[in-house]
């Protein structure tokens, strides 16, 4: 039977629980977490992949819209699994770049 966990204890990193006293404490070990996973945050950074349905509510746009302004930007997608089951994504680093590239408008 498990105990019962204290409303002050926050999930920390998955790898167990830390009782926050202040704000400036819990940013203390959220910084700490994140270095410590860093490194594999990177990596997995490098394989992550997103959906044109994603895409396009991000761009509030169409999927066509979307899969064309990808075309034009050169972003080619990447096929995970073949046949009716298979998955079309794109590279997250790659959708991520060319949004930051594109003028901004208020």
Same mark, same amino acid.
């Given at each position: 039977?498990?105990?019962?966990?204290?409303?002050?204890?926050?999930?920390?990193?998955?790898?167990?629980?830390?009782?926050?006293?202040?704000?400036?404490?819990?940013?203390?070990e959220q910084s700490r977490i994140s270095d410590e996973v860093g490194?594999?945050?990177?990596?997995?950074?490098?394989?992550?992949?997103?959906?044109?349905?994603? +895409? /396009?509510?991000?761009?509030?746009?169409?999927?066509?819209?979307?899969? !064309? =302004? *990808?075309?034009?930007?050169?972003?080619?997608? +990447? /096929?995970?699994?073949?046949?009716?089951?298979?998955?079309?994504?794109? !590279? =997250? *680093?790659?959708?991520?770049?060319?949004?930051?590239?594109?003028?901004?408008?208020?």
């Amino acid at each position: 039977m498990q105990k019962p966990v204290p409303a002050s204890t926050v999930p920390c990193g998955g790898k167990g629980k830390f009782v926050v006293k202040n704000a400036a404490e819990y940013k203390t070990e959220q910084s700490r977490i994140s270095d410590e996973v860093g490194e594999k945050a990177v990596a997995f950074d490098e394989f992550r992949t997103i959906s044109l349905k994603s +895409i /396009a509510e991000l761009l509030d746009a169409t999927r066509s819209s979307a899969r !064309r =302004w *990808l075309k034009q930007a050169g972003i080619r997608p +990447i /096929a995970l699994g073949r046949g009716p089951k298979g998955a079309i994504r794109y !590279r =997250w *680093l790659d959708v991520q770049a060319w949004l930051e590239s594109r003028e901004h408008v208020d």
